[in-house]
């Protein structure tokens, strides 16, 4: 059943961008798109590290604290770490004056532009979104971040690009804002694993999945109890429902 | 096994007949002393253990009483929600993600809430979808059907300014274009829809009185619960031979043998339910409501949720706007006359050869009218939704009348007993 939902989804968001003038994502395989699929643990801390090096210049991640870090597999003290390298702004204090600390890990990640006007000015006018819920809030949003993120190239010969636009097939009438964020080797993974584009997109992909859905594996892993409780409660009411009418005549 | 078997003799002890000796439910003073005041006891008795049904009624029947515990799950989750949401255009997109995410079991309550609507409209489309089939609009029973589409009615209603709240892009403009349509109003139109808002755009205090309809809409539709119970307990059930009650063999208690099926009918129901609340939340859902609203970016396509869409089909394919408005409201107001336009004597459709092939077309062509609705209304998806329009009027205006005029219907059985014993007969073979 789930699968037949799958095909129809991503049949119905194939035939939705068609409509829009980009051309469908690829289709990758997500390990937490399986009915009871969860996320990689060293792909999130990746993925994060990505976000954190690499997208954190431009786009905001809102709805995120600190401390749910902790859901990537990183300790109390790492968190502590990861919150004291950003600076958030307080206050007012005694004097009436907002300040700059470092961070803790009550704190949400700050956006990085102070008002959507600032983001604009500095970005050709356009608004780097947040990415909290960018995964949920697209159509096939896994695998459409991710073929975006790898799916620069060269425009066509008769396409002349606006100024400072550019080509992303991927992308609704296929001239983007953002220039090509990943380069070969832009970050370095702590865990060894080298940093193609194809790998540090996979990674952040899965970091932003897990960003716009934290609740997902606790909520299959409910669900299935939720199943199986109800199947053996259906089983139970069909028996007694049948014992019940056995005498109806 | 055996506890089970237990279980069932104990339960089927009692005489199957509606005539039972009036035994004292309670020999507890403290109750006899409160049903003396207030008969209460007396009642649940009444309409429970003493309600005659059709003993053939098949699993249809389990509609009413599964949108009934449908709206009772809304109705706690919906507060549940409101104690956590905040209707302010500024926090009220990050409040329903607070509730996502910071909420204990939040995410849990908000996807109930959500899919929730959605197994609403399910529901009550397949009993009234029933109810077409069965003739069960018929008299005696015209007041509970219109009582019926009354509920439907403030159903919409509720859904509609339901799907504001989370302030996403589509709450935004969905209430934008839907509000914009009285407009189309002749002279009192723009004051209508001034009226609506609170202003001249969607806004602060379009949100605000959306919240408060939001939450009070659901007790009316309670309130008309109730006065559709009182209706239906007043001739019971019609049942899927179309027969009224002759004898005292064609019906069995509502307890406890409408009791147990319809709660092992809400096992499945529930099942299924959690299949898409845990496994597939977003389903009904447009990805680009998770994106808060933005007065100054209008999305690609504006598409109601999935239950609107044949009424948003009908509105699009007449191309004046008010013909539209009034199209789409006569798409629901034709209903309240379905019990005078509907000529036939004959309920069930298993007994009217001309009516029964038509009933599937007119649910096919709901079902294409639903798909033209989800489409952008140009080229063939025009074409489609303008015939589709057409011949769902014509369902209800001529094709009824007529068949109702020219049909032979065929003999149904003699007695609900009768029909029983012929499904019973045909199953064991």
Known sequence: MIRLFAFLLLFLSAQASAEFGAIPPKEKHWSFQTPLGTFDRAALQRGFQVYKEVCAACHGLSHIRFRELSALGFNNKEIKAIANDYQIKDGPNDEGEMFDRPGIPGDAFPDPYPNEQAARVVNGGAYPVDLSLIIKGRENGANYVYSLLTGYKDPPKDLVLFEGKSYNPYFEGGQISMIAPLNEGQVTYSDGTTATVDQMAQDVVTFLAWASE??????????????????????????????????VK | MKIQLELGRLMTKRKISTKQQKRPLYDNPVSKWIDKRLPIFTFIRHSLDEYPTPKNLNWLWNGGSLAGITLLIMIISGITLAMHYNPDPADAFNSV?????????????????????????????????????????????????????????????????GYVLPWGQMSFWGAKVITNLFSAIPFVGDSIVHWLLGGNNVAAPTLHRFFALHYLLPFLIVAFVAIHLICLHQFGSNNPSGVEVKKAQDQIPFHPY???????????????FSLFVFFAPNFFGEAVNYNPANPLVTPPHIVPEWYFLPFYAILRSIPDKLGGVLGMFGA???????????????KSA??????????????????????????PPEGWYLIVG?????????????????????????????????????????QKK
């Not at chain 1, 609740?215 to 939720?226: A, D, H, N, P, S």
């Not at chain 2, 319809?262 to 299924?272: E, H, S």
């Open chain 2, 258 to 272: 409408y009791t147990v099926k319809d709660l092992y009918g809400l096992a499945i129901y529930l099942l299924v």
């Open chain 2, 350 to 375: 298993a007994y009217r050869p001309m009516f029964r092939p038509l009933f599937w077309v007119f649910i096919l062509n709901c079902i294409i009218l639903g798909w033209v609705g989800a489409k």
């Open chain 2, 97 to 161: 993600e607070r509730i996502m995410r910071d909420v204990n079991y939040g995410w849990l309550v908000r996807y109930i809430h959500v899919n929730g609507a959605s197994f609403f409209f399910i529901l009550v489309y397949l009993h009234m979808f029933r109810s077409m089939y069965y003739g069960s609009y018929k008299s005696p029973r015209e007041l509970l059907w219109i009582v019926g589409v009354l509920i439907l009615l403030l159903m919409m209603a509720t859904a509609f300014m």
């Open chain 2, 386 to 426: 303008r015939v589709s329009t057409l011949y769902y009027f014509a369902h209800f205006l001529v094709v009824l009348p007529v068949v109702g005029w020219m049909e032979r219907p065929l003999t149904p059985p003699a007695s609900i007993s009768d029909h029983y014993k012929q499904k019973h007969k045909r």
């Open chain 2, 332 to 346: 629901v107001s034709v209903l309240f006359f379905l019990p005078w336009l509907d000529r036939s004597k004959i």
């Open chain 1, 214 to 247: 934290p609740e997902l594996e606790t909520r299959r892993q409910i669900g299935l109890k939720v199943i199986l409780y109800l199947i053996v409660f259906s089983l139970l009411m069909y028996f007694v429902y049948r014992s019940v009418w056995r005498n």
